[in-house]
């Protein structure tokens, strides 16, 4: 930080009255209990975790921390003083401010504008004073340390910059107490170690945040005390240090929940080799060379631009590839064809599930049943008896939560959403199944579903390709093949420890040093 | 001006200096403003070596005079757009306003049996106004409280305001309008007609409002990412209801200055003329998906349309062939805007 930010304007950091103090809420939808006699306590200046399975009522909490909603029972309370009514929502900025995983920047406009926006600078006549809205937009970025041209349009920030923005324009409000709603599940490894960098600068500045995330490692990596939900109701709050991972996460879903680590039969010696990519080059210029054996999971790991999505994408024929051959059990995939993809017998579970995923309207039957109208039909009629059929199968097999293959995917949680993207992609019974960060942004328990319906697909003699930098997702593979800047540059044998893995991803190599 | 951030920005110990290299993104953003002006600059001269009268003053203020009812009603729909809605009715309200005017104040034994004689002349431009003022609380009740899709709300005004219009002259024109509605359409001021300087003052006040005042900067906001602006604390609702009345008010107000300048209100009065409007709007940069703009791209769009019309009709291209070529230059334009712009026209 080149430049201190202020200090908060009242009293030194820790003087023991807590930042927010949210007592006895309970807070119902029609017959749903969202809350139900909820508490939690942020003391000034911590970084305060708050983990839940979906559903558990983290959403919920945020929105009445922010004065988005109103409990139906219980106080707010801020430094000590009952928090100000809804409609005064210039007081509750002044207090509390949550950065969203969905963006609150308006793309079309500058980033001078959106720190500034309905608050312009104005001068004579009371006309915006356009040079003076930019001074103080740099001054401001400036003073947090944030490194981004205040003229160019919001559209053009990352997902990094993004999130830097929007903490700092909330910092311009007075705000010293800031949520941050999952802020690491669009971000890269090194993206988020940016972030945390940042997080850890403000806390040292008198920031007091209150961190959620799906990931616990972040949490013992970042946080101070942790606060659990679960089923509506507080379970836990105890310093990160005090809870070991198991209980974290027996107290998050009720019992005790082991990732599927399980025993790995290893490949019968005559496994035929299903898929062959041969001198593989993506439009982005990554090259690749690999083999995959019928029943083997194979993780390409790889960090933010690595390559290892373009390579994932030119394989499944999501993108032209510029060069080379992939062969599925001796068929010669055409570049940049799904459709032949689909009928060599691949499988996909694509990066972002709202982009390339699902059609969140139609029902869990009409996304499940996407990639095989002719399982679901004849002579291109669609029986919809078929289709439900099938897609109660997939309910069944992915442990979806939902009341009948009828339901809008619009409607499931983020876990249960990627499920039906699963079941999409195994609905063909695939030859190879490829998995693009198939456990982002999803729940514990979903994980452990995902990840395990993994293992099933390959007793079946399926390739699976699983592309992650997420090491619970690669700790399935038999091998991981590790790409840095859009080359292989290792392979990792079953049983590799994380800090090699994580190691050779950023580029490192931790044995030849 | 929060007070916050001045403490903010006072107390932080050396805030480093601004970065003072030109950006290359602000730039471009300009740069898309002006997009049009090289190629109104290449129509002018290609439209002076055709014919040596295009520059002349007198067909310069013919051009600007015949755009200026147009202009504003794509001045009306820009307001709209940018909020993120369209209102296709505004073609219908540039004819039922001053139609209504008319219908009221018009002495039936003048005009074989049109009219009402029910108001005093004074009351015709007033009445104008209110019309659009109505027709825009209106579709801003359809749209904005009651959340209805803004293509279809606008379209079904657009057929009925048409049909009301019909309606109420029998599908035949007013004339002889009293001498306040035929006025604005027919002065001249300093030489020139008073219909321009309304256009221009119109434009001009809709770059400082839409350029240089919070309330013109909400409708950026809203059409860029409408939660957004509401969590800024920007009135999302009343903005863009006032924003539909103002678009409303300006169609009447556009209807009335070609009604001025005719004598008369024809039942078709700007049938169609909202095609030519979106035309004139999307080639001048504003987005049809909201948030993107300007009011003086606008005015550079339907500025580029009319000329390339003049230079056509001094061509002496035959008025048969005139929509054919306009149709092609609003897709040549749409064409070029969007190898120039590098971005997809949306």
């Known amino acids: 930080m080149s430049a201190a930010p202020p200090r908060p304007t009242d009293g030194p950091s820790g003087d023991g009255r807590p930042v927010v103090e949210a007592v006895s809420i309970t807070k119902r939808f029609g017959s749903t209990v969202a809350l139900s006699d909820a508490s939690i306590v942020v003391r000034r200046g911590e970084t305060h975790a708050l983990v839940g399975r979906n559903g558990a009522g983290k959403s919920t909490l945020v929105s009445i921390l922010t004065g988005l909603q109103a409990a139906d029972d219980g106080a707010v309370a801020f430094d000590g003083r009952p928090a100000p009514p809804l409609a005064d929502r210039d007081a509750w900025r002044q207090r509390v401010a949550c950065v969203y995983q969905k963006s609150t920047i308006i793309p079309t406009l500058t980033v001078a504008e959106n720190l500034f926006l309905n608050r312009h600078a104005r001068g004579p006549g009371g006309l915006i004073h356009w040079s003076r809205l930019r001074r103080a937009a740099e001054q401001l970025l400036a003073a947090w340390s944030v490194d981004v041209d205040v003229r160019q349009p919001a559209s053009t920030l990352s997902v990094e910059q993004r999130q830097f923005v929007e903490i700092a324009r909330a910092l311009s409000f007075g705000a010293r107490f800031i949520i941050l709603d999952e802020p690491t599940a669009q971000l890269d490894a090194a993206g988020i170690n940016r972030l945390f960098t940042r997080i850890r600068d403000l806390r040292a500045h008198g920031v007091t945040f209150l961190f959620i995330s799906h990931h616990l490692q972040e949490i013992y990596e970042l946080c101070d005390r942790v606060t659990v939900f679960r089923d509506a109701r507080h379970i836990v709050t105890a310093p990160v240090a005090e809870l070991s991972r198991q209980e974290l996460v027996a107290a998050m879903t009720g019992e005790d929940v082991t990732m599927p680590e399980a025993d790995h039969p290893p490949l019968p010696p005559d496994a035929p080799v299903l898929l062959s990519v041969r001198d593989l080059v993506t439009s982005s210029g990554a090259q690749v060379s690999m083999e995959a054996r019928a029943g083997e999971v194979v993780g390409i790991a790889g960090g933010g631009g690595s390559g290892k999505v373009e390579v994932a994408e030119a394989i499944v024929g999501l993108t032209r590839r510029a060069g080379g051959t992939v062969t599925l059990d001796g068929r010669v995939l055409r570049p940049g064809s799904v459709p032949d993809a689909l009928d060599a017998g691949v499988g996909l579970v694509p990066q972002d599930r709202h982009r390339e995923g699902l059609v969140p309207l139609l029902s869990i039957a009409e996304n499940v049943t996407m990639t095989v109208p002719d399982r679901v039909g004849r002579y291109g009629l669609i029986s919809s008896a078929r289709r439900d059929a099938l897609a109660r199968g997939t309910i069944a097999d992915l442990a979806i939560k939902a009341s009948g293959p009828q339901v809008p995917v619009s409607d499931l949680s983020g876990g249960n959403q990627q499920k039906v993207v699963m079941g999409r992609a195994l609905a063909s019974d695939p030859k190879l199944l490829v998995l693009i960060t198939p456990t982002a942004g999803v729940d514990v328990r979903s994980k452990q579903t995902l990840l395990g319906v993994v293992e099933d697909v390959r007793r079946r003699g399926t390739a699976v390709l699983v592309v992650s930098d997420e090491l619970d997702d690669l700790r399935i593979c038999d091998r991981v093949l590790v790409m840095f800047q859009g080359r292989i540059v290792g392979e990792m044998a079953h049983g590799w420890s994380d800090n090699d893995l994580v190691a050779a991803m950023e580029g490192v190599d931790l044995h030849h040093v | ?346």
């Open chain 2, 1 to 346: 001006m929060s007070e916050t951030l001045s403490t903010a920005t006072a107390s932080s110990s050396s805030p480093p200096s601004p970065p003072s290299s030109p950006s290359r993104s602000l730039a471009i953003a300009r740069l898309r403003d002006l997009a049009l002006v090289p190629a109104i600059i290449a129509v002018a001269i290609v439209g002076s070596i055709v014919n040596p009268v295009f520059l002349s003053s007198d067909n310069i203020i013919n051009v600007l005079q015949s755009m200026s009812e147009i202009a504003i009603l794509v001045l009306a729909q820009t307001i709209v757009l940018i909020t993120g809605k369209m209102d296709l009715s505004l073609e219908s309200t540039f004819g039922l306003a001053p139609g209504i005017a008319a219908w009221l104040v018009v002495d039936p034994a003048l005009t074989r049996g049109l009219g009402l004689d029910a108001l005093p002349d004074a009351w015709a431009v007033p009445v104008v106004l209110l019309v659009g003022a109505l027709v825009g609380a209106f579709n801003g009740l359809l749209i904005v409280r009651f959340g209805l899709n803004g293509f279809i709300v606008t379209l079904g005004m657009l057929i009925i305001l048409r049909g009301l219009l019909t309606g109420i002259s029998g599908g035949q024109t007013f004339f002889a309008l009293p001498e306040s509605m035929t006025y604005l359409g027919s002065a001249t001021w300093f030489g020139v007609p008073a219909s321009i300087w309304l256009s221009l003052l119109l434009f001009a006040a809709g770059i400082v409002v839409l350029g240089y005042t919070r309330s013109g900067r909400a409708l950026y906001a809203i059409g860029g990412n409408v939660d957004a602006a509401r969590a800024a604390g920007i009135r999302t609702d009343r903005v863009l209801w006032i924003a539909l009345v103002v678009a409303s008010v300006l169609a009447a107000l556009a209807g009335l200055l070609i009604s001025g300048r005719l004598a008369a209100v024809p039942a078709a009065q700007g049938s169609g003329a909202i095609f030519q409007v979106f035309a004139a709007a999307v080639i001048g940069g504003v987005s049809l998906n909201g948030g993107r703009g300007s009011v003086f791209g606008a005015f550079t769009g339907v500025l580029l349309l009319f000329m390339i019309i003049n230079v056509l009709t001094l061509a002496g291209v035959p008025a048969q062939w005139t929509n054919f070529l306009n149709g092609a230059v609003i897709l040549v334009a749409l064409v070029v805007s969007r190898i120039t712009g590098g971005k997809a026209q949306t």
